[in-house]
């Protein structure tokens, strides 16, 4: 007949098997993160982290177009960002609700940088995206007024008028302001 100790000494032995292997495959993702997604996002090489087998895609991406944006390359800080955006949405348009924050910093930088481009309505679409999921973003409410004012008719979706949506509005003489 078993006793109870020799139950237990039983079956510990296979609770504590399970256990150390569970703990040396946590242990072995921790290095693989660390090798493939961490030290790269920390060392500024995005495009690396972006292809590791584990971590944040979307915000690798997104790190990749701000990189991209201060080096002045707006075309490809552009695409980079919308693809950091169809990730996070999974192609849907719907943001997850834990990562609203992130979706409102990709659509601000989408604003500014179509902005750049002189994509004005693209632009206002863009800080109009980054409202909605950020409506207490100052920066994307001033860009957004701003680029209303300039262009009013863009605002409203509308076409033609006296405002050229082409124009730079850095050489609009009503208005100097600059956004961020």
Same mark, same amino acid.
């Not at 040396?24 to 660390?34: D, K, T």
């Given at each position: ?17 399970? #256990? ?18 961490? /030290? *790269? !996002? ?9 292809? #590791? ?39 849907? @348009?719907?943001?997850? *609700?834990?990562?609203?924050?992130? /979706?409102?910093?990709?659509?601000? !930088?989408? @604003?500014?940088?179509?902005?750049? @481009?002189?994509?004005?309505?693209? #632009? ?54 600059? @956004?961020?």
């Amino acid at each position: 007949m078993i006793n109870s100790k020799e139950l237990i000494r039983a079956s510990l032995v296979p609770a504590m098997t399970v #256990a150390v292997v569970v703990g040396i495959l946590l242990a072995l993702f921790g290095i693989v993160r660390l090798a493939t997604y961490s /030290g *790269p !996002m920390m060392q500024e090489r995005f495009a690396e982290a972006y292809k #590791a087998p584990v971590g944040d895609r979307p915000l690798a991406l997104y790190d990749l177009g701000l990189q991209l944006y201060k080096r002045d390359d707006h075309k490809l800080a552009k695409e980079v960002l919308t693809e950091s955006f169809n990730q996070l949405t999974r192609n849907t @348009g719907v943001v997850p *609700p834990d990562r609203k924050a992130l /979706g409102s910093q990709i659509q601000f !930088m989408l @604003g500014v940088v179509n902005e750049k @481009g002189k994509q004005f309505r693209v #632009a206002i679409t863009a800080y109009e995206d980054c409202l909605k999921l950020d409506p207490d973003n100052l920066y994307a409410k001033y860009n957004l007024e701003r680029l209303k004012q300039q262009y009013p008719d863009l605002g409203k979706g509308g076409g033609g008028g006296s405002n050229d949506p082409n124009k730079d509005p850095s050489k609009n003489p009503s208005n100097n302001k600059k @956004g961020i």
